[in-house]
């Protein structure tokens, strides 16, 4: 598999994932710290394929 593709594939399983949270973090009060788990994981992952 080409590297573009797994990025591609994290980034729509990123974004598939705060979709389903987003609705919870408006319920929940875990809305910030979801979005920072969120980015930190954007973070990490964008770190290592660049790696």
């Known amino acids: 598999m080409y590297p573009v593709f797994g990025i591609t594939e994290k980034a729509f399983f990123v ?7 987003v609705p919870l973090g408006t319920i929940l009060p875990l809305a910030p710290v979801v979005t920072v788990i969120v980015l930190v994981v954007v973070t990490s992952e964008i ?3 660049s790696i």
């Open 47 to 49: 770190s290592k394929s």
């Open 15 to 21: 974004i598939v994932f705060a979709t389903l949270t």
